[in-house]
């Protein structure tokens, strides 16, 4: 089992920043790649950006040159930095690890608002 927890939501003025944190613990060695997703009011999931054990990263089009996702091993932390934030961006923003044999696990979820 892995377990997530998220830290870093608020409210921010749009052109701002904020850094999300997510902390795992558990069989952390089963991960294979961690990401983040987001939920706005009435829409589906969506992934927003993905980094892999080796550090390969990938991000969704609509967050590319703003949002930077990195890890620290020693803290087995992932990181999302969003800078130039935009009212589209407010959601509520969910850790993910992928794990072997299929294993998928969700943090509890942290609140954005860009708002004015």
């Known amino acids: 089992q892995v377990q997530l927890v998220e830290s870093g939501g608020g409210l921010v003025q749009p052109g701002g920043s904020l850094r999300l944190s997510c902390a795992a613990s558990?069989?952390?060695?089963?991960?294979?790649?961690m990401g983040w997703y987001r939920q706005a009011p009435g829409k589906q999931r969506e992934s927003v950006a993905r980094?892999?054990?080796?550090?390969?990263?990938n991000y969704a089009d609509s967050v590319k040159g703003r949002f930077t996702i990195s890890r620290d091993n020693a803290k087995n932390t992932v990181y999302l930095q969003k800078n130039s934030l935009r009212p589209e961006d407010t959601a509520v923003y969910y850790c993910?690890?992928?794990?072997?044999?299929?294993?998928?696990?969700w943090g509890q979820g942290t609140q954005v608002v860009v708002s004015s």
């Open positions: 980094i892999t054990n080796a550090g390969s990263t």
């Open positions: 993910n690890a992928e794990a072997y044999f299929s294993q998928s696990y």
């Open positions: 558990g069989s952390i060695a089963s991960i294979y790649h």
